[in-house]
């Protein structure tokens, strides 16, 4: 089904709004993003973003340093009609467009929250392999150690503890790793990692939250503001 569809730079406010109302996580992430917004009709149904990442050691294993490729860190849309591998399509243009020296972007689905990266595969993405992570639970919410230190100043357990913090460590279920070179060169150099798409789980029916409300209807405009 087509309808009116429109890609723009989204502002920080609108890529805060979207994250916090149509992502799992509830929050923005932390660093320096490319923030793409995304609007059917007129109104504003969410942003793709990109980012460093959590990882500084991300793009080692593919050759690369760390001005030659980024992390897809959110997708956060409310209900849409546009299927999700199309905005994708639409926003890599764009940062490729913005940034000629970017040659591949990574990006993560969450097994821990059911997700078994259908928007990446119906992308044509590369699967190349399962991350396993160490995850710190704080106050019942998994967290990443580089977003609880944003958010506390430091990411020790034990100083955690000290300020009244319920955390642990626990082991949490792998993330998939997809791949999306940006040049011809890096999908042939790539190509040799991929493996078999993982299946969808049975009781899970998207990798992305799509709120059934109207929730989110705020007038936000679109600019230009990569920071």
Same mark, same amino acid.
Not at 138 to 155: A, D, Q, T, W
């Given at each position: 089904m087509e309808c009116e569809l429109k890609i723009d730079w989204a502002t920080h406010e609108a890529a805060k709004y979207a994250?916090?109302?149509w992502h799992y996580s509830k929050c923005l992430p932390v660093g320096k993003l490319v923030k793409v917004g995304v609007w059917e009709k007129g109104?504003?149904?969410?942003?793709?973003?990109?980012?460093r990442g959590a990882n500084k050691n991300m793009l080692k294993p593919f050759g690369l340093n760390q001005d030659q490729g980024c992390e897809l860190v959110r997708v956060a849309l409310k209900k849409h009609i546009t299927p999700v591998s199309r905005i994708l399509s639409?926003?890599?243009?764009?940062?490729k467009q913005s940034n000629k020296n970017l040659r591949m972007v990574v990006s993560y689905a969450d097994s821990h929250q059911g997700h078994h990266g259908g928007i990446y595969q119906a992308?044509?993405?590369?699967? +190349?392999? +399962?991350v396993k992570l160490d995850g710190l639970i704080?106050?019942?919410?998994?967290?990443?150690?580089?977003?609880?230190?944003?958010?506390?100043?430091?990411?020790?357990v034990e100083k955690l503890k000290k300020i009244g913090i319920n955390c642990k460590w626990a082991t949490?279920?792998?993330?998939?790793?997809?791949?999306?070179?940006?040049d011809k060169h890096m999908r042939k150099k790539i190509m040799c990692l991929a493996k078999p798409y993982p299946k969808r789980a049975q009781n899970? +029916?998207? +990798?992305?939250?799509?709120?059934?409300?109207?929730?989110?209807?705020?007038?936000?405009?679109?600019?230009?503001?990569?920071?």
């Open positions: 994250c916090e109302n109104r504003f149904i969410g942003v793709v973003l990109f980012g639409i926003s890599l243009k764009m940062l992308g044509n993405w590369i699967y +190349d392999n +399962d704080v106050n019942g919410k998994l967290m990443h150690r580089k977003s609880i230190y944003s958010k506390y100043g430091f990411n020790s949490v279920k792998p993330k998939h790793r997809y791949l999306m070179p940006l899970i +029916d998207s +990798d992305v939250s799509s709120y059934q409300d109207e929730k989110g209807s705020a007038n936000l405009t679109c600019a230009l503001q990569l920071s």
